[in-house]
Nanobody, 124 residues
Framework: QVQLVESGGGLVQAGGSLRLACAASGRTFSDYGMGWFRQVLGKEREFVAGILRNEATTLYADFLKGRFTISRDNANNMVYLQMNSLKPDDTAVYYC?????????????????WGQGTQVTVSS
């Protein structure tokens, strides 16, 4: 079992920044690939970014266009999402996920554990 707890969400104006954090506990953190997804009520959970176990290899959703950066700290069991140039369309609940499999997954079913989510609201 892996427990994930997200934090760092909140209300921000368009053009602003937020840094989300996800704290992991339980199994060996470095055994898992990590990802950030987001979900708007009534819509599917959407892939945002992923990072492999090596802390270096990352993948981003095409719509981000360089605005977000994912990182992880295996020594402290943390994964982060730095979000810059935020837009109202970025408003969603953001979830951290952990996957046992190798490589990336852009789908919800590719992840084995999820946090409870953190709300991000971007005002215009």
């Amino acid at each position: 079992q892996v427990q994930l707890v997200e934090s760092g969400g909140g209300l921000v104006q368009a053009g602003g920044s937020l840094r989300l954090a996800c704290a992991a506990s339980g199994r060996t953190f470095s055994d898992y690939g990590m990802g950030w997804f987001r979900q708007v009520l009534g819509k599917e959970r959407e892939f945002v970014a992923g990072i492999l176990r090596n802390e270096a290899t990352t993948l981003y959703a095409d719509f981000l266009k360089g605005r977000f950066t994912i990182s992880r700290d295996n020594a402290n069991n943390m994964v982060y999402l730095q979000m810059n140039s935020l837009k109202p369309d970025d408003t969603a609940v953001y979830y951290c996920g952990a996957r046992r499999g190798y490589g990336f997954s852009r789908t919800r079913t590719g992840y084995d554990y999820w946090g409870q989510g953190t709300q991000v609201t971007v005002s215009s």
